[in-house]
C-alpha cells in the first residue's frame, strides 16, 4: 500500500473550516485514499474515503487532485469536539491490511 | 448502528501471565485485525484474519497469537505478557472485497503488564 504525508500538527479557529493536506504519490489506480480521525483514548473513527471524484457527507468533504498524488480533508465549521488526530490511509486490496501513519494533530482553538 | 466491541477497556496484568484480549462484532465482517498502539509510533498491525480459522501475521506479531473459531469474534493472546506489551489495543473489522471497504475500530483495550 502507498504511504502517506501528512503535517504532524495544525491550528483552527472554531467555526471556520479545516483544511487537512495529505500526499499520497505513489499511490496506484487501485487504490483508495480514507480519512479517519482518533480522539484521545478511543478508537479510531471513520470519516470519508474516495477513489477519484469528491466525497462528500454529513462530516466532511475530500478533495482528491486530478493526478490522485493529494488530497485534502475539508471540515466546513470546526468545532472544539473536532480536536483529534485525523489519519490519511491509502489502501488497496492487497489483503484488506489498512496502515495508519502519524497522522496530523488538529487544534480547534476558541 | 455497526458494533466492535472489546471486552475489557482497562486491564492490568503480571510478568508472565497469559493475557486473553476479546472482540465481537456484529456486522458479519470477514476480516478482522488486532492493532496496538504506542506513544510516537502509531498503529501498527499485530495480526489479522481474513476468515474463521485463518490467520495472517501483521508487523509485529512477535509475543502474540491469535484465534478465531467464530466469524463474529477474535482473540488476542499474549502467552507470556512482558512489560514492553503495555499497550492500547485496539480490535478492528472490515467487510471483505476488492476495495473501498470500511474499517470499524472498538473503543480499545489500554493493557498494563508490571
Known amino acids: 500500500d502507498a504511504k502517506t504525508t501528512q503535517p504532524p500538527s495544525m491550528d483552527c479557529a472554531e467555526g471556520r473550516a479545516a483544511n487537512l493536506p495529505c500526499n499520497h504519490s505513489t499511490i496506484s489506480g487501485n487504490e483508495y485514499v480514507y480519512w479517519y480521525r482518533q480522539i484521545h483514548s478511543q478508537g479510531p473513527q471513520y470519516i470519508i474515503h474516495?477513489?477519484?471524484n469528491n466525497e462528500t457527507n454529513e462530516m466532511a468533504s475530500l478533495i482528491i487532485t486530478e493526478d490522485r498524488k493529494s488530497s485534502t480533508l475539508i471540515l466546513p465549521h470546526a468545532t472544539l469536539r473536532d480536536t483529534a488526530v485525523y489519519y490519511c490511509i491509502v489502501h488497496g486490496s492487497n489483503f484488506n491490511k489498512f496502515y495508519f501513519g502519524s497522522g496530523t494533530k488538529l487544534n480547534v482553538k476558541p | 448502528d455497526v458494533k466492535v466491541t472489546q471486552s475489557s477497556r482497562y486491564l492490568v496484568k503480571r510478568t508472565g501471565e497469559k493475557v486473553f484480549l476479546e472482540c465481537v462484532q456484529d456486522m458479519d465482517h470477514e476480516n478482522m485485525f488486532w492493532y496496538r498502539q504506542d506513544p510516537g509510533l502509531g498503529l501498527r498491525l499485530i495480526y489479522f484474519?481474513?476468515?474463521?480459522?485463518?490467520?495472517e501475521k501483521g508487523d509485529i506479531p512477535e509475543g502474540y497469537s491469535v484465534s478465531r473459531e467464530k466469524k463474529e469474534r477474535f482473540s488476542l493472546i499474549l502467552e507470556s505478557a512482558s512489560t514492553n506489551q503495555t499497550s492500547m489495543y485496539l480490535c478492528?473489522?472490515?467487510?471483505?472485497?476488492?476495495?473501498?471497504?470500511?474499517?470499524?475500530f472498538g473503543s480499545g483495550t489500554q493493557l498494563s503488564v508490571l
Open positions: 478492528a473489522s472490515s467487510q471483505a472485497g476488492g476495495g473501498g471497504e470500511k474499517l470499524f
Open positions: 474516495g477513489l477519484k
Open positions: 484474519s481474513y476468515d474463521v480459522k485463518m490467520k
